[in-house]
């Protein structure tokens, strides 16, 4: 088994207005910083390249874009959040998988 050290930038994705409102992480893969027969090597690398990546600028997102949360008329109103859409600071962090990265959900998840 291999240990691939994923880079990724993460925010928070708005699912839906049921139960009060309910969010859920979405993430962007950024970059694979190698890959390792074991993990306390990856581990170790995933380390090192979090502690150089602290100081990378973070993106702040406005949903599905800048009118996104805003009614008809233009002004900011929770009850028009779209779906789907990336809000706040986006955080860049570092796993070990077992797998080169992907973009994650694979589908956006429904509120059941």
């Known amino acids: 088994m291999t240990f691939s050290v994923n880079v990724y930038s993460v925010g ?9 409102g ?3 992480d979405v993430g962007e893969f ?5 890959r390792y027969a074991n993990s306390k090597d990856a581990t170790a690398r ?9 100081r990378v600028d973070q993106r702040n997102l406005m ?6 949360g ?16 990336t809000w706040g600071d986006t955080k860049i962090e570092v796993y070990v ?5 992907a973009d994650f959900p694979k589908e956006k998840p429904f509120y059941e």
Do not use: F, Q
Request: with cysteine; charged share 40%; hydrophobic share 20%.
């Open 12 to 20: 928070r994705a708005y699912g839906g207005a049921e139960e009060g």
């Open 46 to 54: 995933r380390d090192e390249v979090a502690k150089r990546l602290e």
């Open 63 to 68: 949903g599905n874009g800048e009118h996104d």
């Open 97 to 101: 998988e077992e797998h080169t990265g």
């Open 22 to 24: 309910w969010w859920y």
């Open 30 to 34: 950024l970059e694979c910083k190698g």
């Open 70 to 85: 805003c009614d008809p008329s233009g002004e900011p109103d929770d009850a028009y959040i779209m779906r789907g859409g």
